[in-house]
């Protein structure tokens, strides 16, 4: 018996996908976590993505050059680092996009050194700080469905955006959350 991993997919402008299993990551706590971005409560432009709704990315540059991925996750501050993905589908792109950062003529990466480390993760799938703060996990929050009185305007059921099988759209939210999303983004 197998644990289903999380699947990240990401979608090229062209329309291409790219999609790896999550095999690694890395805590980080928030405040109280002195490895953390967020250490002692410090909040910071940089940074604000850890403070904001659970499955939002965060993406930051180090050494100048590379980029790491996090999703922040429940708690002030608290973010998911994603270490590592093991490579599904679009892997002839992977390696294109991998080569770009290579220098000289480096032999081929075997398949599961595409994705081994937050840098090449980035590399890989083409992240950069232009996804810092953007929502990963397409929910949609939302009052239930058929509830009278007080519990009837809570929001307590949640949805995947553009799911088909979705039972019932709602448009307003939805309108309502493009909109928070693109004040957070700007």
């Not at 967020?38 to 980029?67: E, W």
Request: proline share 4%.
């Amino acid at each position: 018996c197998r644990c289903a991993c999380a699947i990240l997919v990401r979608k090229l402008p062209d329309g291409r996908e790219l999609r790896g299993r999550i095999v690694e990551t890395e805590a980080y706590l928030g405040g109280e976590d002195k490895a953390s971005h967020s250490s002692g409560g410090r909040q910071t432009p940089r940074n604000a993505a850890m403070f904001m709704k659970p499955g939002t990315l965060y993406v930051y540059q180090i050494y100048g050059i590379h980029f790491c991925m996090n999703v922040s996750s429940q708690g002030e501050g608290a973010a998911v680092l994603l270490r590592s993905l093991e490579p599904l589908q679009g892997l002839d792109t992977m390696r294109q996009l991998r080569s770009t950062q290579r220098k000289g003529t480096a032999k081929p990466l075997k398949d599961w050194e595409l994705c081994n480390g937050p840098s090449k993760l980035c590399h890989a799938l083409d992240i950069n700080k232009t996804f810092d703060q953007r929502d990963l996990v397409l929910l949609v929050c939302t009052a239930r469905i058929g509830i009278r009185g007080e519990w009837a305007h809570k929001p307590l059921r949640f949805y995947i955006r553009g799911n088909k099988c979705v039972s019932v759209v709602d448009k307003k939210m939805e309108r309502e959350t493009d909109s928070l999303l693109a004040k957070s983004c700007s």
